[in-house]
Nanobody, 116 residues
């Protein structure tokens, strides 16, 4: 049974930082491309960042230079370091793994709110 459990969200002021974590089980974590998506109210869920098994990364243009995706295969955990947060980063953030270039399974998500 696949489980993806996100944590680390919260309320932060503009310019602040947060680090999200996603603990995975039920999959061979090291063999999967992993990704973070987000969904803001009234908007579609979209890709934030992804990391291949070999460590290659891709980022949405809106987060380049501010967010960093990383993974710890020994802990089956995916991370998203978010710096210089902006109000437009407010969303529910989801962890997923990728098959055939598509997200396969969603965790419950973690809320990130950027507000003064």
């Amino acid at each position: 049974q696949v489980q993806l459990v996100e944590s680390g969200g919260g309320l932060v002021q503009p310019g602040g930082s947060l680090r999200l974590s996603c603990a995975a089980s039920g999959i061979i974590f090291s063999s999967n491309t992993m990704a973070w998506y987000r969904q803001a109210p009234g908007k579609e869920r979209g890709l934030v960042a992804r990391m291949s098994t070999g460590g290659s990364t891709n980022y949405a243009n809106s987060v380049k230079g501010r967010f960093t995706i990383s993974r710890d295969n020994a802990k089956s955990t995916l991370y998203l370091q978010m710096n210089n947060l902006k109000p437009e980063d407010t969303a529910v953030y989801y962890c997923t793994y990728i098959r055939a270039n598509q997200p396969v399974y969603w965790g419950q998500g973690t809320q990130v709110t950027v507000s003064s």
